[in-house]
């Protein structure tokens, strides 16, 4: 069973890494450190990404490591997806669509010592992905540049993570994980006369660090069938410890002569401090109701920008970002014999802002909402794992910018396992 388990985990990793290296195709993923990824797992995904004030002994959510403590004594589980996405950009009477897949995470979660949990695995942090390019005329002239956009790159995160009931209302935890990734952006002018020098600029950078995570949980019984949850989670902001450069090319066409100006900027990447909070009410095992806030505090970190032969840090680049986001959670009949009495429905909605600045204006503000279910597996051996599916709609829009909306399909399987019991005889 266990070789299943594995083998099943490693197949759809490969399945995953099959389709794509990056998930993301959107221009505003050029700013900053890129498209920041949604880092909750398949339960969550159809309520639209809540899970702080989240606590189920059979749900791994890495969005609160306190949660982590809930899990029984003869529990595995595992938690891995898939995601794809499809895109349609409209700019004025322009438009063009994308699509992309990924591997989303892995992630696992155990007890390992009494009223102590611990989950590892890899989650998404941010996604750089865009190949566009835009005309204009030079004043004064009849000239016209052409400007070409492209990027790849992102981050992922490595986590350990650790959650202590210390008596029964609450709970704390952490997450303590590496943080690597790159990201390579380039910009090529090129004239539409001959004679005109052709300029490309490189941004890359490339970051091995740390990132750290905690968080509580409290549990108010309200009475025999429901409850009332928090849940707080804080993140430290630190420097990345990375020296991002910065390589301008000079390049006669007559004599495709080039001329190379290089840059960098020692410990210039940061994360932010984070913040987040969350209530929930559930009631009777059939149903879970929860509202999310985080802040992450990006404003006045400085980031490199070239600007007119010159980089360096600005301060103006990055703003403090929000995020609101309430889900609900269904579940008709847990124990009956009927299958759909059994399913999980779900259901999300959600608001966010921009992190950046786009030549001093905000970027584009987030409407979502999304819907799942969460199907159970019956088997031979288990009737306890759950594939999740759920599909999210993301409009990003801001006045005379483009207008991006997305259409995501996450498809997960939780597998939980009773690992740690003894077998008997009779």
């Known amino acids: 069973m266990k070789k299943r388990i594995i083998g099943s985990i490693f197949a759809m990793m490969m399945v995953g890494a099959a389709f794509s290296q990056n998930g993301v195709n959107s221009p505003y993923s050029q700013f900053g450190l890129g498209a920041l990824d949604d880092q909750s797992q398949g339960y969550s995904r159809g309520m639209n990404g809540v899970g702080l004030a989240l606590r189920k002994g059979n749900v791994v959510n890495t969005l609160n490591p306190a949660s982590y403590s809930a899990v029984d004594s003869l529990t595995m589980l595992f938690d891995i997806a898939l995601s794809g996405q499809f895109t349609t950009f409209k700019e004025g009477k322009n438009r063009s669509n994308v699509s992309n897949a990924d591997f989303s995470y892995a992630v696992g979660m155990f007890r390992l010592l009494p009223h102590v949990g611990v989950s590892v695995g890899v989650l998404p942090f941010s996604s750089i992905g865009y190949d566009y390019s835009t005309t204009s005329p030079v004043e004064g002239s009849s000239l016209k540049m052409t400007d070409s956009y492209t990027g790849s790159g992102g981050f992922h995160k490595l986590f350990l993570g650790a959650g ?82 910065c390589d301008i090319m000079t390049t006669d066409p007559l004599t495709s002569v080039s001329d190379t100006t290089s840059f960098s900027v020692a410990n210039a990447l940061q994360l932010p401090m984070r913040y987040g909070v969350g209530l929930a009410w559930s009631h009777n095992q059939k149903w879970h109701v929860e509202a999310d806030f985080v802040m992450q505090k990006w404003a006045g970190i400085k980031f490199p920008v070239e600007t007119n032969g010159h980089f360096d840090m600005r301060d103006d680049v990055l703003k403090n970002s929000y995020k609101a986001n309430i889900g609900f959670d269904y579940l008709p009949a847990a124990n009956s014999r009927r299958y759909f009495d059994r399913v999980h429905y779900r259901f999300g909605a959600g608001f966010a802002t921009p992190y950046y600045k786009i030549y001093g204006a905000d970027g584009p503000k987030e409407f979502s909402v999304s819907a799942g279910i969460g199907l159970p597996l019956q088997n031979g051996w288990n009737n306890r794992s759950v594939l999740n599916i759920s599909g999210q709609w993301v409009h990003a829009s801001s006045k005379g910018l483009i207008t991006e909306n997305t259409f995501r399909l996450n498809i997960g399987i939780t597998f939980n396992e009773k690992w740690f019991a003894k077998w008997k005889i009779d």
């Open 164 to 245: 202590w009931r210390i008596f029964k209302p609450l709970s704390v935890g952490f997450n303590a994980s590496y943080l690597w990734g790159t990201y390579d952006r380039t910009v090529a002018s090129v004239g539409s006369e001959s004679q005109v020098k052709r300029i490309t600029k490189t941004y890359s950078a490339s970051v091995r660090n740390y990132d750290l995570e905690f968080g509580l949980q409290w549990q108010q019984p309200l009475s025999k069938k429901d409850e009332l949850l928090l849940g707080a989670v804080v993140g430290i902001g630190h420097k990345l410890g990375t020296d991002p450069s």
